[in-house]
């Protein structure tokens, strides 16, 4: 089952509005309290899609890349590169490796939460070694 939940959590990291309520669940939970700039927490598919919105206001491009999945039951952590190329300023950003805990619930992902320490991340979803 676990692969599965790679699998999903894959696809939805990508996932276009039309593809939410196939992987994501509706009641969904986007952590990002740990950003240094504007850390907040999004609900719903319209908190994603806020968010979303936010992210195209300041960045010209901006991309986050799986670098490695860690699966566990109903929890999937996924060690992330962000990168970016601002709007305003033209500044490219390659942020310091990061991790997403992401937790499933019913085949869909119910919790995205950023992470800046990749152990914690393992730590909290009980992958730790």
């Known amino acids: 089952m676990s692969q599965e939940n790679v699998e999903v959590v894959r696809r939805a990291l990508k996932a276009r509005r039309s593809e939410f309520e196939e992987l994501i669940d509706p009641a969904v939970r986007l952590d990002l309290s740990e950003r240094v700039f504007n850390p907040a927490v999004y609900e719903g598919y319209e908190g994603l899609l ?10 010209e491009s901006y991309r ?7 699966d566990g039951d109903e929890v999937v952590v ?4 962000e990168r970016g190329h601002a709007k305003g300023s033209g500044i490219e950003v390659d942020q310091r490796p990061t ?11 119910s919790e995205f939460r ?12 009980g992958l730790a070694e």
């Open 50 to 59: 806020l968010w979303r919105a936010e992210v195209a206001e300041v960045w």
């Open 64 to 70: 986050s890349e799986p670098e490695r999945f860690f």
């Open 78 to 81: 996924v060690f992330t590169r």
């Open 99 to 109: 991790a997403l805990l992401c937790r499933l619930r019913a085949g869909r992902v």
């Open 114 to 125: 950023l992470y800046h320490d990749r152990e914690r991340a393992l730590q909290d979803a």
